[in-house]
């Protein structure tokens, strides 16, 4: 695989854990993935919602922890999950995410994704016009802290364009709480990160969560993961969350 990442690798488990079955139980669909990198997440995530609505289907019932073990055969799944997508597609067995890339990324992330059963990639810059579409969730891992602030802003900005009323917003990454670092190694990863890129850096919580009610959504759920990360999910209402 191309531009393999190993925390991908390592991070796409205890994040499954808690998508998926968000995904099952609030009827996710259609996905839009911003920095898409080398896709290993999007191949991970859309397997193991195949292996869940197949079990599901088998079995009539809904496990709240079926991602753990749907993950231990989603590489199982990999060669079905192509076949799978046609036939699945009618009665939403199968996820409709679409990755993205900036385009110096993009030709290694068409290889990775080719015969997966995935849409195509294509080119998206968050400062530049964004897709006219509707999705039900916008989904971004590990990129907050790589943008400078105006991307982070223009991101939120994007997402209220493309997300359905009640559709949902999810970020992994690193975070800081009332401007404090959650670990030493995180405080370390933010000195690295801004030594590269002065714009760059791991974000204040409370500064996303503002720019995420200003773009009408509400924090629905903020999980604590593996290595001093969070997976933060935001829900769509109709108007601007209140900031008091």
């Known amino acids: 695989m191309l531009n393999y990442s190993s925390a991908s690798e390592r991070n796409r488990v205890p994040i499954a854990d808690f998508l998926i079955p968000l995904l099952h139980e609030k009827s996710v669909v259609d996905v839009l993935e911003i920095g898409s990198g080398s896709g290993q997440q999007a191949l991970y995530f859309s397997q193991c919602y195949v292996a869940m609505k197949q079990a599901l289907l088998g079995a009539g019932v809904f496990a709240d922890n079926f991602a753990s073990k749907a993950s231990n055969s989603a590489s199982k799944a990999s060669n079905s999950a192509s076949k799978a997508s046609n036939s699945a597609s009618k009665d939403r067995q199968v996820l409709n995410w679409q990755c993205t890339e900036m385009p110096e990324n993009l030709p290694s992330l ?135």
């Not at 059963?117 to 400062?127: C, M, T």
């Not at 209220?160 to 030493?184: C, H, I, W």
């Not at 030594?195 to 791991?202: D, F, L, R, T």
């Open 110 to 244: 068409r290889q990775n994704l080719q015969g997966s059963g995935l849409k195509a990639p294509f080119e998206l810059n968050v400062q530049a016009c964004w897709p006219t579409i509707n999705v039900d969730l916008l989904y971004s891992s590990n990129t907050l802290h790589i943008m400078s602030w105006l991307q982070v802003q223009a991101f939120f900005a994007g997402a209220d364009s493309v997300v359905k009323s009640g559709g949902f917003l999810a970020v992994y990454g690193p975070f800081r709480y009332n401007g404090a670092f959650t670990s030493q190694s995180n405080a370390e990863f933010d000195h690295i990160l801004r030594q590269h890129n002065s714009a760059s850096g791991i974000r204040d919580f409370e500064q996303v969560n503002l720019l995420a009610r200003k773009a009408r959504f509400s924090l629905f759920a903020d999980y604590d993961l593996p290595a001093n990360n969070r997976l933060l999910v935001w829900q769509k209402v109709g108007l601007e969350v209140s900031h008091g």
